[in-house]
């Protein structure tokens, strides 16, 4: 809550909104996987791969400081 300051409200709606287009798009990217590679073995890589990703991400966002400027 501090690192989006003032604007905390908009910076989770954005965080809540992506989770919602996420959760929406990957049951039919499984299946699209699914279907082209004819295994369920490598949607298992696909996870791991979604994951590393995100904490790749959450290793890129400083601790200290806010997101925006706030004004003085």
């Known amino acids: ?3 989006a300051g ?7 709606s954005v965080i809540n909104m992506s989770g919602n287009l996420g959760a929406a798009l ?3 990217a ?3 996987f699914v279907k082209t590679t004819g295994q369920w073995e ?3 890589f696909l ?5 590393a990703a995100a904490a790749a991400c959450w290793i890129a966002i400083a601790p200290r400081g806010t997101l ?3 004004p003085k």
Do not use: D
């Open 42 to 44: 490598p949607v298992l």
């Open 6 to 12: 003032k604007q905390v409200a908009t910076v989770f």
């Open 30 to 32: 499984v299946g699209w």
């Open 26 to 28: 990957f049951p039919l």
């Open 68 to 70: 925006f400027e706030e």
């Open 47 to 51: 996870f791991a791969g979604i994951y």
């Open 1 to 3: 809550m501090e690192f």
